[in-house]
């Protein structure tokens, strides 16, 4: 799934194609996404003018004067701009065409991503109203972690992938962060000193930062927006190195099930 460093590498790539643009043509050739697309999506967007490409968490939106269209890639999906006359190829559902020639093409073998259009502010809608601090934010550190994490018995993994909790933090960046940090991710997420908490904050802003730059994590399906593959796999420490050495003790890399994920980690340097 695209995680935070994937969604922003994709904003930063499609945003200089969009911005300032007007919407000259939508298809929608499979409406059946995770929510079924609007079916007066073409007109409520042809003639609007793309304003700005947001991101909160893992969403998107292209922002127009009076609405702006929410984005999710879910498990599969991408965002590539295209020339208008490029045919489609099986699974592009939808097409946004602008008065430069190009368009932004949706892209989804599993049909788990959405293109919903809200009129009001998308802050505030339900799809995006609850989701917790931004981790590349100014409000996000080891306090705000210390104290959002008091009385919680939840394993801290989980915590900081709780997006009620920090906007975007999927399973990949959650390992590699807790591997930096020196945090278990089996410990308890309420038995965390503010002191680790201060590294752990560190280390997730550390690990997205450099994961942003690189151009983001391709272990599937992920492209971002000019269809090239992002280059952070190739930093991983611990994230699917189960069995390998630990780059710090040597130790092998274990791996344990928390709840729908897969948690990797050093057993001798996380505690």
């Known amino acids: 799934m695209p995680e935070l460093p994937e969604v922003e590498t994709t904003r930063r790539g499609i945003a200089p194609h969009v911005v300032g643009r007007r919407v000259t043509q939508v298809t929608v050739r499979n409406p059946r996404l995770r929510y079924p697309v609007h079916r007066r999506l073409a007109s409520l967007l042809a003639g609007r003018e793309v304003k700005a490409v947001e991101r909160r968490g893992k969403y998107l939106w292209l922002a127009c004067a009076n609405g702006a269209l929410i984005l999710h890639l879910g498990m599969s999906g991408s965002l590539c701009v295209v020339p208008a006359t490029r045919p489609p190829r099986k699974h592009d559902h939808i097409d ?53 994490s008091r009385g919680r018995r939840v394993a801290v993994k989980q915590f900081i992938m709780d997006g009620h909790i920090v906007a975007g933090v999927g399973n990949i960046y959650a390992n590699e962060a807790l591997f930096a940090a020196g945090i278990s991710p089996l410990r308890q997420a309420g038995r965390i000193s503010l002191a680790r908490y201060q ?41 699917q190195r189960h069995g390998t050495p630990c780059q710090h003790c040597g130790r092998p890399i274990r791996v344990q099930r928390q709840g729908q994920r897969s948690s990797f980690y050093c057993g001798t340097c996380q505690r």
């Open 199 to 239: 590294r752990l904050s560190e280390a997730i802003k550390g690990v997205l930062g450099d994961a942003i730059a690189q151009g983001g994590t391709t272990l599937r399906d992920f492209f971002h927006g000019d269809g090239q593959s992002g280059y952070f796999q190739q930093r991983l420490s611990v994230y």
């Open 96 to 148: 946004i065409c602008f008065d430069n020639g190009q368009c932004l093409r949706l892209h989804d073998p599993r049909r788990f991503s959405m293109a919903v259009w809200s009129s009001a502010d998308p802050l505030r809608h339900a799809l995006l109203r609850d989701i917790g601090v931004e981790p590349l934010g100014a409000g996000f550190d080891g306090a705000y972690l210390h104290h959002r």
